[in-house]
């Protein structure tokens, strides 16, 4: 089981709470999706899928040095992401980890406890 500690200091942005379609972070709220690193936050509108473009994601977050790996939120269920994303993955050697949205907004806090340098992706929860 995964217990997530209050005592943890985290640097950069950590969700901490749910919206009926998206996510919080401190007092901010992101109901159309979520692009995050350890730096930034940002309001991510993208909504399924299969309309997702993994250069726009690496531009937008723009983090320096390049993240380890892509913790992708899918939605209210896990889904994978398209062929074509993971083709830009690979070419990038950039890794994905699929599950869904709460499950990844929730694992982005136990990986930035461990100082991980990874970016996340996570889609809105309707």
Same mark, same amino acid.
């Given at each position: ?46 909504? +399924? ?9 690496? %531009? #937008?977050?723009? !983090?320096?040095? *390049?993240? @380890? ?7 209210? +269920? ?9 083709? %830009? #993955?690979?070419? !990038?050697?950039? *890794?994905? @980890? ?29």
């Amino acid at each position: 089981m995964v217990e997530l500690r209050r005592d943890v200091k985290f640097e950069g942005p950590v969700v901490t709470g749910f919206t009926p379609g998206g996510f919080k972070i401190g007092e901010q709220r992101f109901d159309n999706g979520l692009l995050i690193s350890p730096q930034q936050a940002l309001d991510w509108t993208a909504s +399924k899928p299969d309309s997702l473009d993994l250069s726009a994601i690496i %531009a #937008a977050l723009n !983090l320096s040095p *390049g993240p @380890e790996f892509l913790l992708f939120g899918s939605g209210a +269920k896990m889904e994978q992401p398209p062929a074509a994303f993971r083709r %830009a #993955a690979d070419a !990038l050697q950039l *890794g994905i @980890e699929v599950m869904d949205s709460r499950a990844a907004a929730r694992a982005w806090g136990v990986l930035r406890a461990e100082e991980r340098w990874i970016i996340g992706a996570f889609l809105p929860l309707r």
